[in-house]
T-cell receptor
């Protein structure tokens, strides 16, 4: 079985400041890693994912995440945030040891960007 | 391409009743997964259907059940509703591999009184 821990439940930052949302996972087998974002009253949207290869993955809207196998982490970063980035962010894993589409999510981090 | 749709968007029921939620996946997607989202428990996996067969199941009681039709549309049923079943129920569709992106619908907000 796998688990995901998001170390911060709330992260307030000012506009144009950098931000890091932390995610650690635990699994006895290889995992695939995802970051999803949820805006109010909406479903989840994929931000980025790590499957294999380069440990640094980027999204089209300026977010990036780095897979660190030794620290079992997949932290999400953005060098300069905008008001529109205010949302809840979820880190998730799927296991290479099971078939099918089953995601295990962290508890979520509420990012609030203040002017 | 149309996204994942869920109906109804909002539902109010009383304890003891049953409810059926519907999910229409993105065209061509054969996998539909259901998740329950609550403030206390976060996002929890309910089950996944692929080609009309349940492929994965989470740790929920038997009151929670689902099915998938030949056109990949899926329904989720909850019988004998309890107050604790109040939640946002999200469905997600994908091509079916564990590396595939899951596309989420907007959810059905169920309130049990």
């Amino acid at each position: 079985a796998q688990s995901v821990t998001q170390l911060d439940s709330q992260v307030p930052v000012f506009e144009e400041a950098p931000v890091e949302l932390r995610c650690n996972y635990s699994s006895s087998v290889s995992v695939y890693l995802f970051w999803y974002v949820q805006y109010p009253n909406q479903g989840l949207q994929l931000l980025l994912k790590y499957l294999s290869g380069s440990t640094l993955v980027e999204s089209i809207n300026g977010f990036e995440a780095e897979f660190n196998k030794s620290q079992t982490s997949f932290h999400l970063r953005k060098p300069s945030v905008h008001i529109s980035d205010t949302a809840e962010y979820f880190c998730a894993v799927s296991s290479a040891g099971t078939s099918g589409s089953r995601l295990t999510f962290g508890e979520g981090t509420q990012l609030t960007v203040n002017p | 391409k149309a996204g994942v749709t869920q109906t109804p968007r909002y539902l109010i029921k009383t304890r003891g009743q049953q409810v059926t939620l519907s999910c229409s996946p993105i065209s061509g997607h054969r996998s539909v997964s259901w998740y329950q989202q609550t403030p206390g428990q976060g996002l929890q996996f309910l089950f996944e259907y692929f080609s009309e067969t349940q492929r994965n199941k989470g740790n929920f009681p038997g009151r929670f059940s689902g099915r998938q039709f030949s056109n990949s549309r899926s329904e989720m049923n909850v019988s004998t509703l309890e107050l604790g079943d109040s939640a946002l129920y999200l469905c997600a569709s994908s091509l079916g591999d564990r590396t595939d992106t899951q596309y989420f619908g907007p959810g059905t907000r169920l309130t049990v009184l």
